[in-house]
């Protein structure tokens, strides 16, 4: 059993991999910033914490992360206000990080996005710029600490169900990158089981191939 947290623990793809963790008798600890939003934790089998991430400083995020065996970073400003994008899908996971290594928890994995980077191609005066440069900076970031590091990048995200079958590093991303919530949710809880996975950048969308076949693959 591993004690894994979550941060951002009420969003979809969240819930769905506190729910898979719990069920394989980890100790999920979810933290989420609105109060209300206990209940729905608690329902997964995961321990709810209220911290609110953007405004938290680093030694609050290391108080709250100690003790842990990894951190899954699956937060975001949910987009609409570019100035509150950057302060959590970039400085507060950037913070995280710090706090991470500082509470000694060397495995940390990352919720981004199919296409994230430096090259996202996202033009300045489109809505998503903000997040496609706040997470290209976060995953940058991460890259370069000495975190046991994993990057997830699924692509457009579904509410279908999940399958356990993905494509790793699609070879006609243009033919679509849909991506089910629930089968990132399986992505993420594998790979903290898959040591193969430390400082990989996966892209992956909906699929044919069992998670961990498509994920252990050459």
């Known amino acids: 059993m591993s004690r894994i ?7 979809k793809v969240a819930l769905h991999l506190s729910r898979i963790l719990s069920g394989e008798g980890h100790d999920v600890t979810s933290f989420i910033r609105n109060p209300e939003h206990v209940a729905d934790v608690t329902a997964t089998g995961a321990s709810a ?17 100690g003790g842990h065996d990894a951190v899954v970073w699956s937060a975001g400003a949910g987009g609409g206000n570019p100035s509150r994008t950057y302060a959590v899908d970039r400085d507060a996971a950037i913070r ?10 060397r495995r940390y994995v990352m919720v981004s996005y199919f296409g994230a980077g430096k090259d996202h191609g996202v033009p300045e005066d489109n809505s998503f710029f903000a997040y496609a440069e706040a997470k290209s900076a976060a995953d940058e ?3 370069n600490t000495g975190l046991d590091w994993t990057v ?5 995200l579904t509410e279908d169900a999940p399958t356990g079958l993905i ?8 033919d679509g990158t849909q991506t089910s919530r629930a089968n990132v949710a399986l992505v993420a809880a594998a790979v903290l089981e898959l040591p193969e996975t430390i400082g990989r ?5 909906d699929g044919t191939v069992d998670v961990v076949d498509a994920l252990t693959a050459e």
Do not use: C, Q, W
């Not at 997830?152 to 457009?156: E, K, V």
């Not at 950048?201 to 969308?205: A, K, L, M, S, V």
């Open 5 to 11: 947290a979550i941060i951002g623990g009420h969003g």
């Open 49 to 65: 914490e209220v911290l609110d991430v953007e405004n938290s400083t680093t030694a609050e995020l290391a108080k709250a992360l």
């Open 96 to 105: 995280s990080m710090d706090a991470a290594a500082e509470a000694g928890v």
């Open 141 to 143: 970031y991460l890259r």
């Open 152 to 156: 997830l990048g699924p692509g457009a």
């Open 167 to 174: 494509e790793v590093n699609p070879a006609n991303p243009g």
């Open 201 to 205: 950048t996966i892209p992956f969308r």
